[in-house]
């Protein structure tokens, strides 16, 4: 076997492996919801890298929890308008976009 095939072998393993991590982060974190498939995982990882992706979903898996309490302290109070509860409800695509988003920001701020 090529030394480039092996490099190729061994890269395709590691992506593998850092995709199940990154898909039990998402469990951990948006239990409610499918993590991402293997070509998205491998997309991420390809352009950001392990660290990244998980500063991404880190960060959207915190916003989420801040929204959920944001209703939580409004139902204390009072009955929450149509408005307050949509806004603390997200969606698997809004939470990938807001991810990637992080991920888009956290990239930059490491090349500079």
Known sequence: MSQNSEAL???????????????????????????????????????????????????AGVNLSRKSQTLEEIEEEREPTAEEVAASKWTRVEILKYASSCMIKQNQRESQ
């Open 9 to 59: 072998l061994a890269k395709l393993k590691q992506t593998k492996e850092e995709t199940a991590a990154i898909q039990e982060l998402w469990r951990y974190l948006f239990h409610d919801f499918t993590p991402p498939d293997y070509p998205n995982c491998s997309n991420w990882l390809d352009r950001y890298g392990f660290d990244t992706v998980v500063y991404g979903l880190k960060a």
